[in-house]
């Protein structure tokens, strides 16, 4: 009994879902303002403004770039001193 009783109004349930409206999509060319702090101050807040798309893209590039230097990145600990040197821009010369 108790079955039937689950059974009916899981299928109540999902009927009303169904019958609920999907949300609209926002409007990609919506111009959006947020307020961003910068890194290094406690005071600096600025406010950027863009559209729904424009932000997508931005994080879109962040993702890309973050994935793009862990794929990328180099281990200094499999490397020498003079591998290290090199990989951070300074040139290193062994005498012989």
Known sequence: ???????????????????????????????VCVVVS???????RVRRCGTRAQWVQQRRDVREAIASGQVNQINPQNMGPAERAVSAGRNYFIPH
């Open 1 to 31: 009994m108790r079955s039937i009783v689950i059974l009916g109004s899981a299928l109540i349930s999902s009927a009303a879902a169904a019958e609920a409206p999907a949300p609209a999509a926002p409007n990609p060319s919506e111009r």
């Open 38 to 44: 910068e890194t290094g101050t406690r005071l600096g």
